[in-house]
Nanobody, 122 residues
């Protein structure tokens, strides 16, 4: 069982930056692939970024490549999403998730946080 708690969301102007953090409970954090997803009003939850167990592999959705960076610290049981050059279309609730494989599909992830709101004003 893993419990995930996100933090770091907020309101920012277009072009600004935010850093999201996700803290995980439990001693088996390093055995999980960690992903970030987002869901805008009226839209389905979508993949943003994923990082492998040791952090050696990362993948991003095309719309955030070059602007967002996912990282993890297995000693601290945390995963972060650094978001730069934010755009209004990045506005959504952002969720971290833990799973067993490097996949992009939300339903393949076993544990989810409660989400944190990111709002980017134009």
């Amino acid at each position: 069982q893993v419990q995930l708690v996100e933090s770091g969301g907020g309101l920012v102007q277009a072009g600004g930056s935010l850093r999201l953090s996700c803290a995980a409970s439990g001693r088996t954090f390093s055995s999980y692939v960690m992903g970030w997803f987002r869901q805008a009003p009226g839209k389905e939850r979508e993949f943003v970024a994923v990082i492998s167990w040791t952090g050696g592999n990362t993948y991003y959705t095309d719309s955030v490549k070059g602007r967002f960076t996912i990282s993890r610290d297995n000693a601290k049981n945390t995963v972060a999403l650094q978001m730069n050059s934010l755009k209004p279309e990045d506005t959504a609730v952002y969720y971290c998730a833990a799973g067993g494989a490097v996949v992009l599909t939300p339903r393949r992830y076993d544990y989810w946080g409660q989400g944190t709101q990111v709002t980017v004003s134009s």
